[in-house]
């Protein structure tokens, strides 16, 4: 079963902040963040891994609420440079795959000038 | 700049022919993963190769198979290519264990007609 994101889509002006939500229903042992723009393929922003903790690079920053199996993106004072559709993908706890991410449905996310 | 390519970029392929994708790991890492993304979904995950292994399958038909050799490059086959399968097929490569980012390739547009 997918992750399920939230908003489904996301309109803002430059400057302004947005946070996009993922929640599983399955344990969780690490949620990637990734951003793709229209005809290319996904780039890696952040991982986080089950303890709870909440990682920054730049004006993008991320949590993880392990109990909750929840994550969060927090995207600050945003540019032009961050629209594009934000998938959370998860690895579930206990498995041996390694490489297999579940993908939320993903978040349409529009800066505009 | 991933360290992951993939080839060719774009293809179109007649309904019931056979194609073969291929895919070059970031180096050093021994994990390869497929995904398939349809237009405007996440990422499906198709496989997951460890060690020239399968190693997980996601819900995808017997007639996707891969093969991944001692330099850790990988190759995805489909036969009897159907219309649905036409999608963006994205190669991943990490190193097994579940902490690790998973960086993608540019991927394959696959059309079928």
């Known amino acids: 079963q997918q992750p399920v994101q939230s908003p489904q889509a996301v309109i803002l002006r430059e400057g302004e902040d947005a946070v996009i939500n993922c929640s599983s229903s399955?344990?969780?042992?690490?949620v990637h963040w990734y951003r793709q723009k229209h005809g290319e393929a996904p780039v890696f922003l952040m991982i986080?891994?089950?303890?709870?903790e909440q990682k920054g690079h730049e004006k993008i920053s991320a949590s993880f609420n392990e109990k909750k199996q929840q994550s969060s993106l927090y995207l600050t004072a945003s540019q032009l440079s961050y629209s594009g559709t934000y998938f959370c993908?998860?690895?579930?706890?206990?498995?041996?795959?390694?490489?297999?991410?579940?993908f939320g449905q993903g978040t349409i996310l529009t800066v505009h000038p | 700049e991933t360290g992951v390519t993939q080839s060719p970029t774009h293809l179109i392929k007649t309904r019931g022919q056979q194609v073969t994708l291929r895919c070059s790991s970031q180096s050093g890492h021994n994990t390869v993963s497929w995904y398939q993304q349809a237009l405007g979904q996440g990422p499906q995950f198709i496989f997951q190769y460890y060690r020239e292994e399968e190693n997980g399958r996601g819900n995808f038909p017997p007639r996707f198979s891969g093969l991944q050799f001692p330099n850790y490059s990988s190759e995805l086959n489909v036969n009897a290519l159907e219309l649905d399968d036409s999608a963006l097929y994205l190669c991943?490569?990490?190193?097994?264990?579940?902490?690790?980012?998973?960086?993608f390739g540019e991927g394959s547009w696959l059309t079928v007609v």
């Open positions: 993908g998860t690895v579930n706890a206990g498995g041996t795959s390694y490489g297999k991410l579940t």
């Open positions: 399955k344990a969780l042992y690490s």
């Open positions: 986080l891994l089950k303890g709870g």
């Open positions: 991943a490569s990490s190193l097994a264990y579940s902490g690790n980012t998973i960086y």
